[in-house]
């Protein structure tokens, strides 16, 4: 059983960057793919962005252009760096996890309030 942790949600305000992080209790090499799903308030849980172990990525076009998402092999932990955030950010991050099959994981989610 993979374990994620989230850190790094909060409030910020408008136009303002904020960093979240996910912490593996594997090896992410053993991780086809890490990312982040968001889901705000009465709307469906949305992927955001998708890092194979490969390195290809996946943005979702609200965030495309002002997110980034990466991963640091020797601390098993996947980060998603987003820019220019807005009220329509606001929601709880997920951090996903698929492993090799049909097997996957969910962090405990992260608040990220964008509000003046």
């Known amino acids: 059983q993979v374990q994620l942790v989230e850190s790094g949600g909060g409030l910020v305000q408008p136009g303002e960057s904020l960093r979240l992080s996910c912490a593996a209790s594997?090896?992410?090499?053993?991780?086809?793919?890490m990312g982040w799903y968001r889901q705000a308030p009465g709307k469906e849980r949305e992927l955001v962005a998708l890092l194979t172990s490969t390195g290809s990525t996946t943005y979702a076009d609200s965030v495309k252009g002002r997110s980034t998402i990466s991963r640091d092999n020797a601390k098993n932990t996947v980060y998603l760096q987003m820019n220019s955030l807005n009220s329509e950010d606001t929601a709880v991050y997920y951090c996903?996890?698929?492993?090799?099959?049909?097997?996957?994981?969910w962090g405990q989610g992260t608040q990220v309030t964008v509000s003046s």
């Open positions: 594997v090896s992410i090499f053993r991780l086809y793919a």
């Open positions: 996903y996890a698929q492993l090799p099959g049909t097997e996957t994981a």
